[in-house]
């Protein structure tokens, strides 16, 4: 099989396959082994518990043990990734008008075993002693979720695929062969062509263009979003969860006293751009964040990046498993933000998916293609 795209979604669906026995040959066709402008690389590594469906919150209930685990299980000839995996926690504020929706998240949350606390503004205050609480009626807190480091992931994934078989091929594909019976092959950008009965799109926010090869429209677009670098006056001196503010702005501790923000551009076009800029940061991010931190008056910006979303723009959330009508054709695309803590569980369920044609673990079926044709989108709120 040919899994085109060798970032985090493609090394753990290789990993998943051959650590539950796949018998056939995994090639991994990966356009840029640096991996300098691929989304997992460009990401902020947030891993949380607070979902709005039913499906994330499964998919969550899998990836949170595994993200504890995951220096362990990605260990190769007695050496370990480091995932870094701290677990700072994950606090949404919400404001007055919000509240009761919050409120019922939070019921379902921990209805479905999640372990989500409420919490109120004085506890709040317990975690980040320096905020303004103006305008902040509760909060939700998740207190095993937190960040990683992504590139320590995205290592322990490839080594590990790569020490249990899978060949990673550098190069492009720019062809698909699809038959009657679903697809045969891949052709790549230096000329070669690779019989495979199966093929899964594992491209990022490129996952349009893959369909494309095999004649299938998915509605996966690359959108940009920055993230900025700031160091924090000494006073602050404690590590704080991500946080997201009640207008959808979130920070988070980094190493080195320092704090990683940002905020999506609600008028941010669809394309290709890593091209990354400061205003957003002046005219919006640095006002809001002095307003609910009033040290951060004096951060002092350092730099930033630009990367991309794989934005489905139907319904935010990821497009798995094989094509309804194209055979052989697999997807694990489309994860509009937050596909970097779900590459654990979407791994394990690709890899049933194709060995088995059922889900076992976590089901997922609901985020099949299927699901555009008959109007069942799966919308997930809690999209950051
Ligand atoms: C700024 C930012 C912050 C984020 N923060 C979070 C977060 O806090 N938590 C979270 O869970 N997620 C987050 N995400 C999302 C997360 O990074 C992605 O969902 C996840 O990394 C997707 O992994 P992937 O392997 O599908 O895609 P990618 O990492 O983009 O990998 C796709 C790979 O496919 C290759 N490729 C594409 N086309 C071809 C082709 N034709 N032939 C061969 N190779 C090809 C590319 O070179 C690339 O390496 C963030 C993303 C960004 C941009």
């Known amino acids: 099989m040919v899994i085109i795209g060798g970032a985090l979604m493609g090394s753990s669906i290789a990993y998943n396959l051959l650590n539950d026995g796949f018998n056939g040959k995994v090639l991994v066709l990966e356009r840029d082994p640096t991996y300098e402008h691929s989304s997992t690389a460009l990401s902020i590594g947030g891993i949380r518990q607070q979902f709005g469906t039913k499906v994330n919150i499964d998919i969550a209930r899998y990836n949170v043990p595994f993200f504890e685990q995951f220096d362990e299980l990605m260990e190769v000839d007695g050496e370990r990734p480091h995932a870094d995996f701290r677990q700072r926690g994950y606090l949404f504020f919400g404001r007055k008008e919000k509240w009761p929706v919050m409120k019922k998240?939070?019921?379902?949350?921990t209805s479905q075993g999640m372990e989500v606390r409420l919490l109120k503004p004085?506890?709040?205050l317990e975690i980040i002693p320096h905020v303004n609480l103006e305008g902040v009626a509760g909060a939700t807190f998740g207190p095993r979720a937190g960040y990683v480091d992504p590139h320590g992931v995205l290592n322990g994934f490839v080594k590990k695929a790569k020490s249990m078989g899978a060949r990673y091929l550098t190069d492009e594909a720019v062809n698909i062969s699809v038959k009657s019976n679903g697809v045969n092959g891949v052709k790549t950008r230096k000329g070669?062509?690779?019989q495979s009965p199966i093929v899964v799109n594992a491209a990022g926010p490129?996952?349009?263009?893959?369909g494309v090869?095999?004649?299938i429209d998915i509605p996966v677009d690359p959108l940009r979003r920055m993230v900025y670098e700031c160091k924090t006056p000494n006073e602050f001196n404690y590590e704080v969860p991500l946080t997201i503010n009640t207008t959808g702005l979130y920070f988070r501790t980094?190493?080195?006293?320092?704090i990683l923000t940002g905020k999506s551009n609600e008028d941010e076009p669809i394309g290709v751009n890593f091209t990354w800029e400061k205003a957003l940061f002046y005219d919006e991010i640095w006002p809001e964040l002095a307003h609910r931190i009033p040290l951060f008056d004096r951060l002092r910006l350092q730099g930033g990046w630009a990367g991309l979303y794989a934005e489905n723009r139907l319904d935010h959330n990821a497009i798995l498993g094989e094509h309804p009508e194209v055979k052989g054709f697999y997807m694990a695309v489309g994860f509009s933000?937050?596909?970097l803590q779900q590459a654990p569980a979407v791994g394990k369920a690709l890899s049933e998916a194709i060995r088995l044609g059922r889900y076992e673990t976590v089901d997922v079926s609901c985020l099949g293609m299927a699901r555009f044709e008959m109007e069942q989108l799966i919308i997930e709120e809690a999209v950051i």
């Open 105 to 109: 998240l939070h019921e379902f949350q």
């Open 122 to 124: 004085h506890e709040i």
């Open 192 to 194: 070669e062509w690779i």
């Open 206 to 210: 490129f996952a349009r263009d893959v």
């Open 213 to 215: 090869m095999a004649g």
């Open 254 to 258: 980094e190493t080195g006293g320092r």
């Open 337 to 339: 933000g937050h596909g």
